[in-house]
């Protein structure tokens, strides 16, 4: 088919319904054009087969739709709204046309759901496995851009949903694939029957979806919006909470105080730790691909956002000399230590 044949196969059918988007796929380049009062909003990520994702448990479809999701993440966490999408991706021969069909269903839902017109991109062949480099382009109002660096002294530190369960959905997942692989090399067969290479996941469902189908928080920044509420700085939360409250606090010059008990858990997320004998609260501080919105808002806010529904208040801002501590359920301060991912750790 050819790279402009699969391009044209995959993307021939979609439609522009964004006003600013006046030309998408076709040309040498996508033209937008944008409100002289808005400011424009671009990221990027780039997903490597091995390191971001892995294909023995990660359906293409489930891939597709959380590839998209970081960046929209991301654009909400600067209290935006994403409306263009480029899309590139490098694939070896062993991905056949039905394979990329599935990993453009999911980018297309996902682009669906949150109002986002796909413009351009890139495909080429790759010796290394697959590789996906998304780029999103939103908007803001000049006066509502959120920062990293507006933290003040009295916020107070909130998050919506839950977290950790990511995370554990993961370990799941691991557990489960070391498991056939030793199966695998137990077995003189090499093609174990279909009923014992599935797991059994009942009530660990919640977990494999906010592992493989994370979904961005569109919702949150309407809700605040409706409340007349402009946090002072705001991140998603994609590599663990300490490390993005840190990033906060640094780039604010502040400090903080969180409180273990006010940290949200799932039931799920709760029990399946335990089964693994992991620390519950180390979970949910570091396990990171939460994709929820961590912010901060004046403490004169504190009415108004207890009544959205999935924010928590979690802790507050301090003075910088004061450093960012965990405050224990018995009482005791712990310094928080940024031990989230790292792409580039050995």
Same mark, same amino acid.
């Given at each position: #088919? ?17 006003? +600013? ?5 076709? =040309? ?19 997903? #490597? ?23 929209? +993440? ?6 935006? #709204? ?42 080429? %062949?790759?010796?290394?496995?697959? *590789? ?22 009295? =916020? ?5 949903? =839950? ?18 692989? *030793? ?12 009923? @014992?290479? @599935? ?11 906010? @592992? ?12 605040? *919006? ?11 939360? +994609? ?12 780039? +604010? ?12 858990? =799932? ?60 405050? %224990? ?18």
């Amino acid at each position: #088919m050819g790279e402009f044949g699969l391009i044209k196969h995959l993307t021939q059918d979609i439609e522009l319904k964004n006003e +600013s988007s006046k030309y998408g796929i076709g =040309d040498d380049c996508a033209v937008m054009q944008y409100p002289s009062e808005k400011q424009i909003l671009m990221t990027t990520d780039l997903l #490597m087969e091995g390191v971001h994702f892995d294909l023995t448990y990660c359906p293409l479809k489930h891939l597709g739709y959380k590839s998209a999701m970081v960046n929209l +993440s991301d654009i909400y966490a600067m209290n935006g #709204m994403p409306k263009q999408m480029v899309v590139s991706i490098a694939l070896s021969k062993r991905f056949c046309i039905e394979d990329m069909e599935q990993f453009y269903a999911g980018l297309r839902l996902a682009c669906e759901e949150h109002g986002v017109d796909i413009v351009g991109g890139d495909t080429t %062949s790759s010796l290394t496995g697959l *590789a996906i480099s998304i780029t999103v382009i939103g908007e803001a109002d000049k006066d509502k851009v959120v920062y990293r660096n507006g933290a003040k002294e009295t =916020d107070l530190i909130c998050v919506s949903g =839950d977290l950790g369960a990511a995370y554990m959905g993961l370990q799941l997942l691991e557990r489960e694939k070391a498991i056939f692989n *030793a199966q695998m090399a137990e077995s003189k067969n090499p093609e174990i029957p279909m009923e @014992q290479a @599935q797991p059994d996941f009942s009530g660990k469902e919640y977990l494999l979806e906010r @592992q493989l189908k994370p979904e961005a928080r569109r919702d949150i920044i309407l809700k605040l *919006a409706e409340k007349n509420i402009i946090p002072t700085s705001m991140m998603d939360i +994609s590599d663990g909470l300490s490390s993005e409250l840190l990033h906060i606090c640094s780039q +604010s010059q502040k400090g903080c105080r969180v409180y273990e008990e006010r940290i949200p858990i =799932d039931y799920q997320t709760a029990v399946t730790a335990e089964e693994f004998n992991m620390n519950l609260t180390t979970c949910a501080l570091n396990g990171g691909e939460d994709y929820e919105l961590l912010f901060t808002v004046p403490i004169a806010d504190h009415d108004k956002v207890q009544e959205i529904e999935g924010v928590k208040v979690i802790g507050y801002v301090t003075q910088k000399e004061l450093g960012c501590a965990l405050i %224990s359920r018995d009482g005791n301060e712990f310094e928080l230590k940024a031990q989230g991912w790292n792409p580039l750790k050995d």
